[in-house]
């Protein structure tokens, strides 16, 4: 998933010449969702800087609106997912986003019929997940709780005098702009495999700084982001995952970086809060920014150089994005594209993702010593 809000700089409304096709494949849907910024709205409620310092003045004047047992709930919902390894209200969009997500009544009756209306097509999903199903269940009366507390408190009409007007002005701009870019193409040539050509875009108001993917060729991004991030994060959301994160390939991968050190002190020093506190998480992730990068590339438009990115987003953890990047490049890849599944099944069984070859590759694209790849994070 796409993390930071990043710097935008003027787009490049036309795809370079040897992309020039008769038509384009991607179908774009703009919208907005009262629903799913009811949960995103959790992110900053819960005080937590990554997450409020975007909404210190909606917070003064909303937080006050909520019982203190509706916080309660909000806290140790919070508690559990970062127990689990997880954030909150990304994980709750997902499962929430295989039914009707247009109001927060709709998630109140999605809510009490959970096993009917939310389990069929999240367990059908590629995200399926017994065990995070299975907290989500746990943690069904006090999101009840949470979500009739945000009614009582009168979200849907605080939420309108903030939204309604911007999402609507941003829907007329995107249109336009979207219809000329052929996202989709580009992510068939690199994945090796067909996708629906729908990208559904749901504008929120509470999500910074997360652009996060849901179930279907669907993702979230704040209302304020401009056209080069809104490309960006679509160029990037509807990658997840590359391929099955529970096959075959995705098990060799993890295999040879297990046992390499730099991932096992990224993981043991990175903060938390910034996500990816998994190893096949960070498998995930960064295949999908090696190849946005790459997709932003070869539509003309770069929102950040490759090596600046991966120095400063999320405190320089994406070494291996940076590698798989270098590796794809390297390979022509980025040209001739491919079966991304069977290129990363060799690069792993090759040799390939082992340290001496993806971390000489990622410090060619970062400018960085190899040794010096990863600086343990100052904490205070």
């Given at each position: 998933?796409?993390?930071?809000?990043?710097?935008?700089?003027?787009?490049?409304?036309?795809?370079?010449?040897?992309?020039?096709?008769?038509?384009?494949?991607?179908?774009?849907?703009?919208?907005?969702?009262?629903?799913?910024?009811?949960?995103?709205?959790?992110?900053?409620?819960?005080?937590?800087?990554?997450?409020?310092?975007?909404?210190?003045?909606?917070?003064?004047?909303?937080?006050?609106?909520?019982?203190?047992?509706?916080?309660?709930?909000?806290?140790?919902?919070?508690?559990?997912?970062?127990?689990?390894?997880?954030?909150?209200?990304?994980?709750?969009?997902?499962?929430?986003?295989?039914?009707?997500?247009?109001?927060?009544?709709?998630?109140?009756?999605?809510?009490?019929?959970?096993?009917?209306?939310?389990?069929?097509?999240?367990?059908?999903?590629?995200?399926?997940?017994?065990?995070?199903?299975?907290?989500?269940?746990?943690?069904?009366?006090?999101?009840?709780?949470?979500?009739?507390?945000?009614?009582?408190?009168?979200?849907?009409?605080?939420?309108?005098?903030?939204?309604?007007?911007?999402?609507?002005?941003?829907?007329?701009?995107?249109?336009?702009?979207?219809?000329?870019?052929?996202?989709?193409?580009?992510?068939?040539?690199?994945?090796?495999?067909?996708?629906?050509?729908?990208?559904?875009?749901?504008?929120?108001?509470?999500?910074?700084?997360?652009?996060?993917?849901?179930?279907?060729?669907?993702?979230?991004?704040?209302?304020?982001?401009?056209?080069?991030?809104?490309?960006?994060?679509?160029?990037?959301?509807i990658l997840h995952p590359p391929f099955d994160m529970a096959g075959p390939t995705a098990k060799a991968c993890l295999a040879v970086l297990e046992k390499d050190a730099l991932f096992a002190r990224i993981l043991a020093e990175k903060d938390k809060g910034t996500g990816y506190n998994e190893l096949d998480g960070i498998l995930n992730e960064d295949t999908c920014q090696a190849l946005d990068q790459i997709i932003q590339e070869r539509l003309g438009y770069v929102v950040r150089p490759a090596a600046e990115r991966w120095t400063?987003?999320?405190?320089?953890?994406?070494?291996?994005?940076?590698?798989?990047?270098?590796?794809?490049?390297?390979?022509?890849?980025?040209?001739?594209?491919?079966?991304?599944?069977?290129?990363?099944?060799?690069?792993?069984?090759?040799?390939?993702?082992?340290?001496?070859?993806?971390?000489?590759?990622?410090?060619?694209?970062?400018?960085?010593?190899?040794?010096?790849?990863?600086?343990?994070?100052?904490?205070?």
């Open positions: 998933m796409l993390r930071r809000t990043l710097l935008a700089t003027a787009l490049a409304l036309l795809a370079a010449p040897a992309l020039a096709q008769t038509s384009i494949r991607t179908r774009w849907v703009v919208k907005s969702s009262e629903g799913l910024d009811a949960i995103a709205i959790l992110g900053p409620l819960s005080g937590k800087p990554f997450y409020a310092r975007y909404y210190e003045s909606e917070m003064a004047a909303f937080k006050p609106r909520l019982s203190a047992p509706v916080v309660e709930a909000i806290m140790s919902l919070h508690a559990e997912a970062d127990a689990a390894g997880g954030l909150l209200w990304p994980g709750l969009t997902l499962v929430f986003s295989g039914g009707p997500t247009a109001t927060l009544g709709d998630l109140l009756a999605s809510l009490d019929a959970a096993e009917t209306v939310l389990k069929p097509p999240f367990q059908a999903s590629v995200y399926w997940d017994e065990a995070d199903w299975g907290r989500f269940l746990a943690g069904r009366d006090r999101l009840r709780l949470v979500l009739t507390g945000l009614r009582d408190a009168g979200f849907p009409e605080f939420r309108r005098g903030l939204a309604d007007t911007p999402a609507a002005r941003r829907i007329a701009e995107l249109n336009p702009l979207l219809a000329r870019l052929d996202i989709i193409a580009e992510q068939e040539r690199l994945l090796g495999r067909r996708l629906d050509p729908q990208i559904e875009i749901d504008l929120s108001w509470f999500c910074r700084p997360h652009g996060v993917k849901v179930q279907g060729q669907r993702f979230i991004a704040h209302v304020g982001a401009s056209d080069q991030v809104m490309v960006l994060t679509a160029a990037h959301e400063r987003n999320d405190q320089g953890m994406h070494i291996l994005a940076a590698g798989l990047y270098g590796l794809l490049k390297a390979d022509g890849y980025d040209r001739r594209g491919g079966d991304l599944e069977a290129w990363m099944s060799a690069a792993a069984r090759g040799g390939k993702l082992a340290p001496a070859s993806l971390h000489a590759a990622a410090a060619r694209v970062l400018g960085k010593p190899m040794d010096q790849l990863w600086v343990t994070p100052v904490k205070g």
